[in-house]
C-alpha cells in the first residue's frame, strides 16, 4: 500500500495472494518448513506446534505405516522393514528427549526415500513473491520476501494421528538486529614501490612526496598520515595511525551511516602532495573487512577481521585511471596492520590518532633528504645541496674570491703605480 495520510484513502501497489488451505493440507507439509537441524530454544527454536515425533507418526499413521521407532543408541529411526540412520553432524545435543526429536528430524527429512508414500517436504525457507495490480496482471510491482507459518491449534486432528492438545509456541521475533559498535584501528607502516612522478632539481630520480587517505565506506570523515617528501626509491615510511569508530550490523554484513546501510569496506588512497597544484592521486586499495584478501604471509585464503580482530601483512596498490592507460599495474605496496575491537573495548583501551598517546608511536627514522625544501629552506639547503657537494661549494667560493681579487688588483694596480711614480 501507498500511504498517502487522513485525506483519502491509500493506493493499492500491488499484492500476492498465497492459498493457505492448499498449503495446510499439502502432502509436501507447506504448513510450516522442516529446518535442518532441531533446536529447542534460541533464535532458531522449533516453530510448529508439533513436534518432529508428532508429524513422523502422524505421517506413518495417514500412509498406514507401522509407528516409527527411535532407537536411541544407534541414532537410528525404524519405520517397518526400512531403517534410518541420522547424520552424526545432525546430532548436537545430549538430552535424550531433545536427541530423539534429532533423530525423528533425520527420518522427515529423508521421507522421500519411503517406497511408494515418500515424497519431499517443504523445507526451511524464505521465499520471493510477485507485487501484481489488478488492473496491471502481466507487470510485476515488485517482490515481496516473507515466510508463512501455518500450524494446527487445540486438539490435533485426523492429519497427525495424535489426540494430544498443541501448544503453538510464541512467534518468531523478527526485529531487525540491533547494530553494534566498533573502532577500526589502522596502522599504516610503510609503502614500497610507489611510482615517482616528478623530476627533483638535485637529483636524476624521480621522486614522489606521499601520504596516504582513508576512510570507511558511507563516512565522510577522512584522515591522513603526514607526508613523506621525495621518496626517491619508491619507499615511504608512516607509521601512522587511523581511528575509524562504527556502526555495524553483522546479520547483513552493512555499517550503519545514517538512515543507510552499506557494505563494510576500508578505502585508502596513495597520494603525491603537490605545493602549488592539486595534489595527484598515485593509486588506491579497497578491502573488505569480512573478506580480507590474503596478505603477503598468510597461510589462509582470506581473513574475517571480525573474528581475527587483528591482521597485518602488505597489499597492493592499485594505479590510477591514467597511470593504468600507460600500462602500469601496480602503483606500489602497503603495509598495515588492523585491529578490529568492539566499542566497550576501545572505551576500556583507547588509543590516539596518529602518533599520539595514549599508545603513541615511534616516528619513523626516515632518510635525512626526505623533506620540502620550500618548508625548510635551511635544512632543505644542508641536506641535499651541502652535504653532497661541499667540497665543490668551498672550491668555487675560493675560485671566485680569487678572480675578485685578481680583477680588483687589476682595476687598482695601474693607478697605484701613476701615483707611486709620478706623485699625482
Request: charged share 25%; with cysteine.
Amino acid at each position: 500500500m501507498d500511504h498517502v495520510g487522513h485525506v483519502s484513502g491509500d493506493h493499492l501497489l500491488g499484492q500476492t495472494v498465497i492459498d493457505l488451505e492448499n498449503r495446510f493440507y499439502s502432502r509436501h507439509l507447506g504448513g510450516c518448513g522442516l529446518p535442518r537441524r532441531y533446536e529447542p530454544q534460541g533464535p532458531n527454536a522449533w516453530r510448529d506446534a508439533r513436534r518432529p515425533t508428532d508429524i513422523l507418526t502422524g505421517l506413518c499413521r495417514a500412509y498406514h505405516l507401522p509407528d516409527p521407532v527411535i532407537d536411541l543408541p544407534r541414532a537410528v529411526v525404524i519405520v517397518g522393514d526400512l531403517c534410518l540412520e541420522a547424520p552424526a553432524a545432525s546430532l548436537r545435543s545430549a538430552d535424550p528427549r531433545v536427541r530423539t526429536e534429532e533423530i525423528a528430524l533425520a527420518g522427515l527429512l529423508a521421507w522421500q526415500t519411503f517406497p511408494r508414500v515418500g515424497c519431499d517436504l517443504v523445507p526451511e525457507h524464505v521465499e520471493t513473491r510477485s507485487l501484481i495490480h489488478p488492473r496491471h496482471p502481466g507487470v510485476e510491482q515488485g517482490k515481496l520476501e516473507m515466510w508463512v507459518d501455518v500450524l494446527p491449534t487445540g486438539i490435533a486432528g485426523l492429519w497427525s494421528g495424535i489426540t494430544t492438545t498443541l501448544i503453538v509456541p510464541p512467534a518468531v521475533d523478527v526485529q531487525p538486529p540491533l547494530p553494534r559498535g566498533y573502532e577500526l584501528r589502522v596502522v599504516v607502516l610503510q609503502a614500497v614501490n610507489v611510482v615517482g612522478t616528478e623530476w627533483t632539481i638535485f637529483s636524476r630520480n624521480l621522486a614522489s612526496d606521499v601520504y596516504v587517505v582513508g576512510w570507511i565506506s558511507g563516512i565522510d570523515k577522512l584522515q591522513k598520515t603526514d607526508v613523506h617528501f621525495r621518496s626517491m626509491d619508491g619507499e615511504a615510511l608512516f607509521n601512522w595511525r587511523f581511528v575509524f569508530p562504527f556502526e555495524y550490523v553483522s546479520a547483513d554484513g552493512k555499517v550503519i551511516v545514517g538512515d543507510r546501510r552499506l557494505p563494510l569496506r576500508l578505502h585508502l588512497t596513495l597520494m603525491d602532495y603537490d605545493t602549488f597544484t592539486k595534489d595527484d592521486i598515485l593509486g588506491s586499495a579497497t578491502l573488505d573487512l569480512r573478506r580480507l584478501e590474503r596478505p603477503s604471509g598468510s597461510e589462509v585464503e582470506t581473513v574475517d577481521l571480525f573474528r581475527a580482530g587483528h591482521a597485518r601483512g602488505w597489499w597492493p596498490v592499485l594505479p590510477a585511471e591514467a597511470a593504468a592507460k600507460r600500462g602500469k599495474k601496480l602503483a606500489g605496496k602497503v603495509e598495515l596492520d588492523l585491529q578490529l575491537v568492539t566499542q566497550e573495548e576501545a572505551a576500556q583501551d583507547p588509543v590516539g590518532l596518529g602518533r599520539n598517546p595514549p599508545h603513541a608511536l615511534a616516528k619513523p627514522r626516515r632518510p635525512t633528504d626526505a623533506l620540502s625544501f620550500l618548508r625548510h629552506p635551511w635544512r632543505g639547503f644542508y641536506y641535499l645541496i651541502w652535504r653532497k657537494n661541499r667540497i665543490k661549494i668551498i672550491c668555487y667560493c675560493l675560485l671566485v674570491l680569487a678572480v675578485a681579487g685578481l680583477l680588483a688588483g687589476v682595476y687598482a694596480v695601474p693607478k697605484y703605480l701613476v701615483k707611486r711614480f709620478f706623485g699625482v
